[in-house]
């Protein structure tokens, strides 16, 4: 253990994950890492992290253990799988997942790292790769507020905006809200910037004008940005966003529920990865909105 008393591991190296494990190290915790591509390890290495062959072996040396990693199923793999975090974990452990997964199969990996005697925190975050990197992301955390009191200062290192909503499963429910608005805004900037094309109105000014009133945005001004250069360097890629989309479309259904405006803003994003364009920054939803004005 270090003077902080704790040993941390972290699974999953990729945009977001392998910034938010440097600031744990930076922050003075002994951290311990796993990757299923190991090069996407090596700055944490140089950095003084421990490298583990997998999940399993890293959860037997670790009181607290990070998953951030891409979709439900990779989730259940290193939790729940052959050499999951399960198998190796201690009684008393917690696994804090920042992914963005179904929030119906986190409250089931949940109950059975529960019956391990394994606690679990659901946290998915928002703020991108800036976001990651300079310790400023919102992070929505399900779960016990018990063990949420306990991480809270690790959380601390990693974001500003540390919200505890309630019961497992309700981190990745707000994190649907959040996916929501963000694809209905860019979506509708979209719809503003084609508006103001066809009408022979300069959407770059249009977009300076509004930056100062009540539609002023993040959205507005990052990928509002991205959208006039009709330069869609990820970001955030299309791929995760159409993944989470449909997180929230199975959500919805599994409630009862029927979204209109998430439902059009879905099939946008299912045009962009028959596109073959899921690599591209989701702004770039413009572009089928584009198609569909006959923009060109």
Not at 13 to 35: D, R, S
Request: charged fraction near 15%; glycine fraction near 10%.
């Amino acid at each position: 253990m270090t003077e902080n008393g704790l040993n941390i591991g972290y699974i999953g190296l990729g945009l977001m994950g392998q910034p938010i494990a440097l600031n744990l190290i930076k922050a003075g915790y002994q951290l311990n890492v796993y990757a299923r591509h190991p090069q996407n390890a090596r700055p944490l290495i140089d950095a003084g992290a421990t490298f583990f062959d997998t999940p399993k072996a890293l959860a037997s040396n670790c009181d607290i253990i990070f998953t951030n990693v891409s979709d439900t199923s990779d989730v259940e793999e290193v939790v729940l799988g052959d050499c999951g975090i399960i198998l190796g974990a201690k009684p008393d452990a917690i696994v804090i997942d920042m992914s963005t997964i179904s929030p119906s199969a986190t409250k089931n990996i949940a109950k059975q790292l529960q019956a391990k005697q394994i606690d679990m925190l659901d946290a998915p975050v928002s703020g991108g790769p800036q976001g990651a990197q300079q310790g400023t992301l919102s992070i929505m955390v399900g779960g016990k507020q018990t063990i949420f009191d306990k991480v809270l200062p690790i959380l601390n290192v990693i974001g500003k905006n540390i919200v505890y909503i309630g019961d497992h499963g309700a981190g990745q429910i707000t994190k649907a809200c959040n996916q929501i608005v963000v694809a209905q805004t860019i979506a509708a900037i979209s719809e503003a910037f084609i508006l103001a094309k066809a009408a022979g109105v300069d959407p770059i000014k249009v977009r300076q004008a509004l930056l100062g009133g009540f539609a002023s945005s993040p959205i507005l001004e990052i990928h509002g940005q991205r959208m006039l250069e009709h330069k869609f360097v990820p970001g955030f890629k299309t791929k995760l966003h159409h993944k989470d989309m449909h997180i929230v479309m199975d959500a919805a259904k599994e409630l009862g529920l029927t979204l209109p405006g998430t439902e059009t803003v879905t099939h946008y994003l299912d045009e962009l990865m028959q596109s073959n364009d899921g690599e591209l920054d989701s702004s770039a939803l413009l572009v089928v909105l584009e198609k569909l004005n006959g923009v060109i």
